[in-house]
């Protein structure tokens, strides 16, 4: 798959096999962290610098523990959910779906809306009705068709 | 005042023409109905002030609106809340803290009372007016913080976490999350961005004459209209989200300066301040005051006194070094003493009542807030009414005068004295050129 370096810890001879443990935070188990497929973790200090940190390593535990919320890697499983703010509860709003917001923001957007355009549209729809009014009979009454017309 | 009282007289207590009770329903439509109109009236009235401040006001005078957000509100809503706490009987500290919170914020409507009018213009400096409103309008959606910092307290930890497991942290969470994240900073940039997006599109059609007067003059009116449907069904900070995008869509003071001498605005403003103060005097709990089985009346008179002349003269006759407008010792008492209570300490008693409406475990209110919402109304009614009959009084004027220390004479009879009518900052021509005609950097290398 990835000729990343860091695979070959648990590629031994083509089999996956057990993963070793993790020194720096010895609780946590490399392969759920990373599912297989992805690059594992720079394994040295020399190969881990701050570009891997900052860039792939936090917002791939960002993206993980959306995955995964029950679970944070770097916590103990003992200490449980420190570290983790719940969320869902924290960052739903409360919305406030009732008659008077929508009436009021109905009525508020419509006379904004319309007040941009409300002098073109009292100027083309008023004049052009009564122009139209009138074309139409005079037109009607001009055209040989209407005359010629059957009575019914 | 003058509509207050007639809405007593009309109210269901005197000539019983005007029965909000019998409209509304029931108990909790009168309170939804009272909340809602407050918010309205508090929508309409912050777009209009912040649409009278001058250009790019809050970024002028940021430092003197931080000190006077920051710390003053604080001290304001510690010394209310202390108050209360030691007037009011079997009164918990956190309780206190609420409805202190309650009274923090300054009235926008009663301070567009206090600073216009002829005899504002006579005695009160230009820049002295505009530092008040603005602060009146700010602070008023400020109050969300103070408020659900104790609400989510008492949700928290009131009862020992019996029903809402959590505890404090969980209440601290929320508070920074939802309070200052998602109503304060998110109100803010809405404003903001909704407010710029009016100008440039009332701009854009204006220059293609695609507006015609009465919309253009009545399009504040229904911005605010608008924001605080949509802030409300959001469920974010309207009232402040009104107050920035007013400062938003004047940013280069065009529309202010358009609408300068029209009436039209005043004219909504005061249709609106006649109407919430009648129908505040038809809704008000006059005879809880003297019948609730929370506090007695005596007790109240002295904390609605204690209240007016602790709550806010000390921390500003403090701090008046830090804000250039007020330039002596009378202005700061004066702008102290006027710090009102009115719509929006109505409003945020509201708020606090549909809280605790969510509080209540099977129907019944829990054991250790049940008394706490009489106890609110009662007194966040009271101080209220006690800031709206003093704002009004017309002591008033001697009292100003007295502060003036020429009684029967007001400062513009008296141009030898230090005070000035005209600030020198109104002397200096700001130029009022929009962004785009700036010159640009490069031009500075020239000169």
Redesign the interface.
């Known amino acids: 798959m990835t000729s990343f370096p860091g695979r070959s810890r648990f590629l031994q001879a083509g089999v996956l096999c057990q993963p070793t443990t993790n020194r720096l935070c010895p609780w946590f188990n490399n392969t759920s962290f990373f599912p297989s497929g992805l690059p594992l973790p720079p394994r040295s200090p020399h190969e881990q610098g701050r570009l891997w940190g900052y860039l792939i390593a936090v917002p791939r535990q960002l993206r993980y523990r959306t995955y995964f919320p029950d679970s944070s890697p770097w916590s103990a499983p003992g200490i449980g959910a420190i570290g983790q703010?719940n969320l869902a509860s924290?960052?739903m709003?409360?919305?406030?779906?009732n008659d008077?917001?929508?009436?009021?923001?109905?009525?508020?957007?419509w006379?904004?809306l319309?007040?941009?355009?409300?002098?073109?549209c009292?100027e083309n729809f008023y004049l052009s009705e009564a122009r139209m009014f009138v074309t139409t009979i005079d037109d009607l009454s001009s055209r040989p068709v209407l005359l010629t017309l059957p009575p019914s | 005042m003058i509509s207050l009282l007639a809405g007593v007289i009309f109210s269901p207590a005197a000539a019983n023409f005007v029965r909000p009770l019998d409209y509304a329903g029931s108990e909790e439509n009168l309170n939804a109905v009272t909340l809602?109109f407050s918010r309205?009236v508090l929508g309409v009235q912050l777009v209009l002030a912040g649409v009278q401040l001058p250009s790019r006001y809050l970024k002028h005078e940021w430092r003197p609106l931080s000190v006077l957000l920051g710390p003053i509100m604080t001290m304001m809503w510690l010394a209310t809340s202390l108050l209360v706490w030691a007037l009011v009987p079997h009164m918990g500290i956190l309780h206190a803290l609420v409805i202190g919170s309650c009274v923090t914020p300054t009235d926008p409507v009663l301070s567009n009372v206090i600073v216009k009018g002829k005899f504002a213009d006579h005695n009160v400096p230009k820049d002295l007016q505009q530092i008040i409103i603005a602060e009146s309008g700010a602070n008023d959606g400020l109050g969300y913080p103070f408020l659900f910092l104790a609400l989510y307290l008492i949700k928290y930890i009131g009862d020992g976490g019996a029903t809402q497991p959590g505890g404090a942290r969980t209440a601290m969470?929320?508070w920074f999350?939802?309070t200052w994240g998602?109503t304060i900073l998110l109100s803010v940039v809405y404003g903001a961005v909704v407010g710029w997006v009016?100008k440039e599109?009332?701009h854009w059609?204006e220059q293609r004459?695609?507006?015609?007067r009465?919309?253009?003059l009545?399009?504040a009116?229904?911005?605010?209209?608008?924001?605080?449907?949509?802030c409300?069904?959001?469920?974010?900070d309207d009232v402040l989200a009104c107050f920035i995008a007013g400062n938003a869509f004047t940013w280069d003071d065009w529309f202010r300066l358009q609408t300068l001498d029209d009436s039209l605005q005043p004219t909504i403003d005061m249709l609106l301040n006649v109407a919430i103060f009648m129908w505040f005097g038809a809704v008000c709990p006059w005879s809880e005051f003297l019948n609730n089985d929370v506090v007695p009346l005596y007790r109240l008179v002295i904390l609605g006194v204690l209240v007016l002349l602790f709550r806010r003269l000390p921390w500003l006759l403090a701090v008046k070094g830090f804000i250039p407008q007020l330039r002596d010792l009378r202005q700061a008492i004066f702008m102290g003493f006027f710090g009102p209570v009115g719509v929006s300490a109505i409003f945020y008693l509201y708020i606090t009542l549909e809280f605790l409406e969510t509080l209540n475990v099977d129907g019944a209110p829990r054991s250790d807030v049940a008394h706490l919402g009489e106890t609110v109304k009662v007194v966040v009614w009271f101080i209220a009414i006690c800031s709206i009959v003093r704002a009004f009084c017309p002591s008033f004027t001697v009292m100003n005068r007295a502060a003036n220390g020429n009684i029967g004479c007001a400062w513009s009879e008296h141009p030898s004295r230090k005070t000035r009518l005209v600030s020198p900052a109104d002397l200096v021509q700001r130029p009022a050129v929009s962004i785009r005609q700036r010159r640009p950097l490069s031009a500075l290398r020239y000169r």
């Open positions: 703010l924290a960052i709003p409360t919305l406030a779906v008077f917001n929508i009436v009021v923001s109905v009525l508020g957007g006379v904004s319309f007040g941009l355009v409300s002098y073109l009292k | 809602y309205l969470g929320m999350g939802e998602y009016a599109l009332l059609a004459k695609f507006v015609d009465e919309s253009f009545v399009f009116l229904s911005l605010a209209l608008f924001i605080t449907g949509t409300g069904l959001i469920g974010s």
